[in-house]
């Protein structure tokens, strides 16, 4: 691409709402990933990996015709060498089902399964919503009971805790059996229908579609008549409600406080029975870090041999905002060890052979690499040193070279600096960084 004028060559940025993690917040994002692996594994979740791109009937079929992400938010696109209609994955789940189906995987019993990734929504980029953004999400497949409900839930408690977040607070609902919901829906859009006048005109639209889903509105203006609409919760029957019964019981058992939200309905179609949010007030509108629930039809839906399932998802980039607010991303931590100073030509190779030779035994190694492919002076070098965290400077020059030696100095400390030969270079490295870390 040149610029017409003065022939210049232009950049070419990312996609908007799509971004890059550069290495100044790599670190959290690392600790974010630690943390969720040891959760998973201390709950026995196993890690499943889909395909970033799906056929559209995945989604079509799975999240729901009806919902925000297919009618608006999926990136879809047909493959021109094949014909084929593909979808870049807008949600978690529908793909795990479809993986779950296709491999079987259930075939022998329940499984809990764990994912993690970018997913694609074409929405308005603001801060905490992305067009690429990435999601965590737990899948417990072949549980019919209150206990993995309330068990999914235990997981994203003890998370929150383990990443220190504050604020964050339990809202659950119940959606009850497709039955239920019908008569519910009857109901609704008999109350809406009389109140056409008061719906904007999404809620118009979705009074056709998905009138559960007008409940969902945030428009201001609406929120007096959603308040005055029949509530989900009292057309549920006995099975239901004990089900959500029993969920609550659990939850009260453990100490997790939760909020029951009548209006809590969630954007995707193929929920039923519990569902649940966990939402801040710390992060503006976006303040829904996570969500999830039961969905017991999805997996007969996909295709497979009907099975109970449940799970939740979360938005990665929400969670480290939290993080940063709450105060408790961690510091970050050095990147390296030593820092390996040279003078070019014969030092050079010195210095190649001694870096090899302490990260064979583990020790984490930079060696200056001067930008200009000759040499520099150890003043600018040590600046770098100084800058790159390393605990230590190894030097080697000429003057040391012919005495076999390097120069070992302390970066972090007292700034001493000691030769040292240069055959027992690696060990004397390992003295004093056991040295200094005791
Ligand atoms: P919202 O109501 O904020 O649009 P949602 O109901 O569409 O959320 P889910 O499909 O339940 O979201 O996805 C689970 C989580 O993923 C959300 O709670 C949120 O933290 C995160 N998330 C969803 N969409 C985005 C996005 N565009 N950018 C960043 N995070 C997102
Ligand atoms: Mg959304």
Not at 49 to 57: D, K
Not at 123 to 150: K, S
Not at 176 to 190: I, K, M, N
Not at 309 to 338: F, H, T, Y
Request: one cysteine or more; glycine letters at 8%.
């Amino acid at each position: 691409m040149t610029d017409s004028k003065n022939n210049k060559l232009t950049k070419i940025n990312a996609v908007r709402g799509m971004n890059d993690l550069l290495p100044a917040d790599a670190q959290a994002w690392q600790h974010l990933d630690h943390v969720l692996q040891d959760l998973t594994r201390a709950y026995g979740y196993e890690y499943l990996r889909t395909p970033i791109v799906e056929m559209t009937a995945v989604f079509q079929r799975g999240v729901g015709e009806a919902t925000d992400i297919v009618e608006k938010e999926m990136y879809s696109f047909e493959d021109r060498l094949n014909g084929e209609q593909l979808t870049l994955r807008p949600e978690g789940t529908a793909a795990i089902v479809r993986a779950v189906i296709e491999n079987n995987l259930i075939y022998e019993g329940p499984k809990r399964l764990w994912y993690t990734g970018p997913m694609f929504r074409h929405e308005r980029p603001q801060r905490g919503r992305y067009r690429q953004f990435h999601q965590f999400g737990i899948e417990a497949l072949g549980f019919a009971g209150p206990d993995i409900d309330a068990e999914i839930i235990l997981m994203g408690q003890r998370l929150w805790d383990e990443l220190g977040l504050k604020g964050v607070r339990l809202e659950i609902n119940s959606l009850g059996q497709a039955d239920e919901r019908a008569q519910h829906r009857a109901a609704l859009v008999t109350y809406f229908e009389q109140h056409k006048d008061k719906l904007d005109e999404d809620s118009q639209r979705r009074l056709l579609t998905n009138p559960l889903r007008i409940l969902d509105s945030k428009n201001p203006e609406m929120q007096a008549l959603i308040e005055g609409a029949p509530k989900l919760l009292d057309f549920l029957g006995e099975a239901s409600l004990k089900h959500f019964a029993a969920v609550q019981d659990l939850l009260k058992a453990n100490n997790i406080p939760c909020k029951i939200n009548p209006r809590l309905v969630r954007g995707l179609d193929y929920y039923n029975l519990t569902v649940f949010e966990w939402v801040t007030d710390e992060l503006g509108a976006q303040g829904t870090i996570a969500g999830g629930g039961r969905y017991d039809p999805l997996i007969e839906r996909m295709g497979g041999k009907a099975a109970p399932a449940c799970g939740w998802a979360m938005g990665m980039e929400r969670v480290l905002e939290l993080m940063k607010v709450s105060g408790s991303l961690p510091e970050s931590i050095p990147q390296c060890d030593v820092y390996m100073l040279h003078q070019g030509g014969e030092t050079l190779k010195a210095a190649l052979v001694i870096a090899e030779r302490l990260r064979n035994a583990g020790i984490d190694t930079i060696l200056f690499c001067p930008p200009d492919g000759e040499s520099a002076s150890f003043k600018s070098q040590m600046k770098k040193a100084d800058a790159s965290g390393a605990a230590y400077a190894l030097i080697i020059g000429p003057d040391e070279l012919n005495k076999n030696e390097a120069q070992l100095k302390d970066l972090r400390g007292t700034g001493e600096q000691q030769a040292v030969a240069l055959e027992q270079a690696v060990e004397a490295v390992i003295n004093a960084l056991v040295g200094s870390s005791e």
